[in-house]
Structures are given as structure tokens and as C-alpha cells.
């Protein structure tokens, strides 16, 4: 693959520029860098994201819950990672990993964070006894399919998404080694979803919210741009799925919640009420 | 990082070797590629694993819930992923995902599927309500720390563990883009663990066994040998934690299932039954 022989060091040593998109917010230490409290809205639950696909998962189950009926009332506030806004002090208490997105429950009792996209989608669906089966069977194919996108996600957006569209040049074996992985992955999805309409069998769950965000938004073209390279038609029963959640009320809305980017009337940079989709603002007032 | 061009192709192609190890069983597609059923024993559980990080979860938490006197008996079935065991039909059918552990549930009515690491935990801490706190605050640390190690295996495994040990030359993008991430996810464990004894707070878990599994054998040197590149002793928290763990019976147990490497005496090829671990033997019976 290279021409110029690298040979490993005994220590690695970190160069403060690596190169690529967000190398300046790429750091080898947690923590935070700066003082600065998390807003607070006057609901229950207080989100702080960014609709990348993580973030989508979360602004998704809001709006479902709601959409159920569920008593799910929530404030969404932006996170702008390009400014290192997830280094603030605020931020690192509500997910000391420093990713989008991060949750605050301030119901009964003491203030509870919850971080990970997959642990709020388990946290929201247990608060609220929705979108994850009480049948036995059931239930353990959602969270088998849960933490199967939660293990597989870094390969796809970590992987082939950097080596794809963030790198600093083109790199075959990186792009080999994570393409190949990403269409395997979407191959498994295929071939469930030739058996079954939603990923659990019967029944749209925390598991189709989760892959939705990603495998379903890659097969139709609204993630790195890579539905060609992909070659996605290859997996019908994906986008199948992927064409059917994409039309659902609460997956449109929650695609909008803190998104600054795309067209402008997708864009809705934060959400404290549900007629905030009708009145859209591109002002925060964070 | 390198003198040869590389040009990313409107649509990428598959070259069957694209070098390293593993780079034989690697492939774009799922499913099987020939006809082979799974072993069943007498006991309830029949585990299909080999004792890499995420093999050992499995392990450890049967022994684990024996510990705890609980009815968890099992089979444990070695899957010689080298010989591509994982890719015949009756191992497809448990983990359509081709990756081991793998998990069936022979108790009341049909048998159930459980596969990923992470939901198989989590599967076995409901079964026995058992290394999962009840309260709610005990529990929503911990499937944070769960899922939070779920969501960064693949920048540790599939990242840098491929890229400095099985990768096949040394490629310094991706090895300091995953060493940087891996020292960074060691810091977010440190910090948490020199506030607390176990990742949720007192009480040991699921999601210290998860994450033991992972980031305490790598600061132990027991993963990828990889303790002075990475300069380990920059988390004594983590340190600490892992030394405590490693001497937990349990996890000695854990870890001997399914190995088909390291020291003689590490080694159980197959669990039948809890003598088997002072009756040792290389052979299979599978």
C-alpha cells in the first residue's frame, strides 16, 4: 500500500495534528477543557445532541413516545462538536465519554444522566414501557439487534465513514478493510429483513430506531453520500425497511431536532415544544 | 503517509485477499457457506465462544452466576474461528452476525437465540437478576458503562488492535487514529474509576465485566501486548480495578473457557461441567 516504510515505536506518541476532518477536536485524554454549565428547559427530560446518526436515535424516540401518547415532554439543545462544546464541564458530567448524544432525566428523585444512544434508547423504552416487547422472545431479539448496531456502529462510522469522507487522502487498505465490513453488515441486515418486517419479527422497536439511524439512512443516500460506492441496491430488503420507517411522522421530526445542516427547512437547531416544527428557527437560544 | 496515489472508485470492488490476518475469513457477504449443525449438551445454556475479549464476557458470567449459586449451568462449545466455524449454517442460525459468543436458551419453551456480547449479559443479569442492579440509579450507570464499551469495542478491537497487531505492514494513519482513541477511552475509565470502586458505583456488574473483558486485559498485557505503547501505568485507576477483577475466582474460570491459546494450564477447550476446570483436557468432544 505505501511506498514509505513506517516502523511502530516501543511508546506511541501523540502529534497534536493527525490530519483529517476533526483532528483538531481529537485528543488522547477525556476530560474537560473549559467551565460551562448545560442549559435547562422547563421538561423532564433534557437532551443534548447533534443529528448525526447517534443523535438521531434519541430525537426518533421522543417523537415516537410521543406520538404514542407517552408523556415524554423533552428539551433539545444543540451541541456544536466542531466547537468542542462537548468539552465543556456541563457536558463531561452528563457523559464523561464527551460524545453526542447525553441525556439528563430530572424526574422523581436526583437529576439521572444517561449517555450512549443505545443506553438511552433501553432507558426511555423501560421509563416508559414502549417500543421494547414484553414478550421474552421478542424483547431479547430487539436487544440482540441493539447491541449488535451499538458493536457494529464504530466499524461503519468510525471505519469506513472516516476512511471514506474524513481522511485526509484515500487510503485503500483502510477503505478495503472497512467497506468490505460495512457491506457484510448490511448483508446481515438484508437477509433478516427478508424474514421479517421490523427487526425483532411483528413489531418497529428501539432495534429499528437504532440501525435505522444508520444502515437505513447509508442505503438511502442521507450518510456520506455513499449509496453508489456501497452499490445498496444490492440490499432490497434494506431499503424497504429504510423507505418505510423514513415515511413515519415521528422519524421525520426527529431527524430535524438539532440539526444545522442540510436544507433549511430540515433544520430544527432546537426543540422545546412540539409547535416548534411548525415554527421553525434557525436562532438558539442556548 | 504514502507515495502511491490511491483513488477512491465510483463503486468498490472486492479483491478476495486484502492481506493481514483473518484476511481469509473476512468477506463482504453474510450467511453460511456450508451445512453444519451446533453441538447440544444436557445442561440449559449452550454457549458457542472462543475466549477472545468479547468471548470471556460469556465465560466469566456464567461462572459469575454459579458463584452466586445460581442454576446457570452450561455447555460451552469451542468455535475455531480460523477454520470458519462460525460460518456454517447452525452457528448462523444463533448469531446471524457470524461472530462468536453465541448463546441459546434451552429453558421453558422453544429454544432462544441470544447474540452479541453485550445482550447476552445483559440476557443472563434478567434471567437471574443477578450483576444488574435494581436501583434505578445503580442500573442506568450501569447500562451506560455497558453500552459505553459496546460503542467503543470496534475502535479498540476492530481499530487498533487490528491495525498494530494483525494488519499487514504498519500503517501510521489508522495506528495513531486508534491509539489516540484507545489512550483516550482508557482516560474516561480512569477518571470514573478514581471516583468509584466498580464502574457504577459500589457495586460490581455487567458492565465491569464487559469493559474488564476489553480495557482491563489490555492495561493488564494480557490483549495485544500492547502495555508499553500504550503506556498503561497512565491509568492506575484502571490498573487497579483490573488487578482486583483478575483475582476474582470467577474470572479466572471465565477466561479459561474456550481458549484454545496461551499456557497449558489456561486452557479449557470445552465446559461441561464445573469439575472440568480440575480435570482439564485439550481434547474436544465436539
Redesign the interface.
Known amino acids: ?4 516504510s ?7 506518541q ?2 497534536s495534528d ?3 476532518a476533526f483532528a483538531g477536536t ?6 474537560a477543557t473549559h467551565e460551562k454549565e448545560l442549559p435547562v428547559g422547563k421538561h423532564r427530560f433534557q437532551l443534548y445532541s447533534l443529528a448525526t446518526p447517534n443523535g438521531v436515535k434519541a430525537g426518533i424516540m421522543f417523537e415516537e413516545l410521543l406520538a404514542l401518547g407517552h408523556d415524554a415532554e423533552y428539551d433539545a439543545w444543540l451541541v456544536d462538536i466542531g466547537e468542542g462544546e462537548q468539552f465543556g464541564s456541563g457536558f463531561v458530567d452528563a457523559n ?2 464527551s460524545k453526542i448524544p447525553a441525556l439528563f432525566d430530572h424526574g422523581p ?2 437529576p ?8 438511552i434508547l ?2 426511555l423504552a423501560e421509563a416508559f414501557d414502549a417500543l421494547l416487547p414484553r414478550d ?2 421478542a424483547r ?1 431479539e430487539t ?2 439487534w ?3 448496531q ?6 461503519v462510522g ?2 469506513f465513514g ?1 476512511f ?1 469522507a474524513y ?11 472497512y ?3 460495512t ?3 448490511l ?2 441486515l ?3 429483513l427478508a424474514d421479517t418486517r421490523y427487526l425483532n419479527g411483528e413489531d418497529y422497536s428501539i432495534a429499528d430506531i437504532a440501525n435505522w439511524a444508520w444502515y437505513g439512512q447509508i442505503v438511502l443516500g442521507r450518510v456520506y453520500n455513499a449509496a ?4 445498496v441496491h444490492e440490499y432490497p430488503n434494506v431499503v424497504r425497511w429504510a423507505e418505510e420507517i423514513a415515511e413515519r411522522p415521528a422519524v421525520r421530526r426527529g431527524c430535524m431536532v438539532n440539526r444545522p445542516f442540510g436544507e433549511p427547512h430540515e433544520q430544527l437547531l432546537e426543540r422545546h415544544d412540539a409547535s416548534d416544527f411548525e415554527h421553525k428557527t434557525r436562532d438558539r437560544t442556548g
Not at 481529537?26 to 476530560?31: E, T
Not at 444522566?113 to 443506553?119: I, K, L, M, T
Open positions: 500500500m505505501s511506498d514509505t513506517y516502523t511502530l515505536p516501543r511508546v506511541w501523540w502529534e493527525n490530519g483529517g481529537n485528543r488522547p485524554v477525556a476530560g464523561p465519554n428523585g436526583e439521572r444522566r444517561v449517555f450512549e444512544s443505545g443506553a433501553m432507558y421474552p422472545g431479547t436487544l440482540n441493539l447491541f449488535w451499538m458493536g457494529s456502529a464504530a466499524f468510525g471505519g472516516h471514506f481522511a485526509p487522502e484515500a487510503m485503500k487498505y483502510p477503505i478495503d478493510r467497506t468490505m465490513e457491506k457484510r453488515l448483508d446481515v438484508d437477509r433478516r453508489e460506492f456501497l452499490q
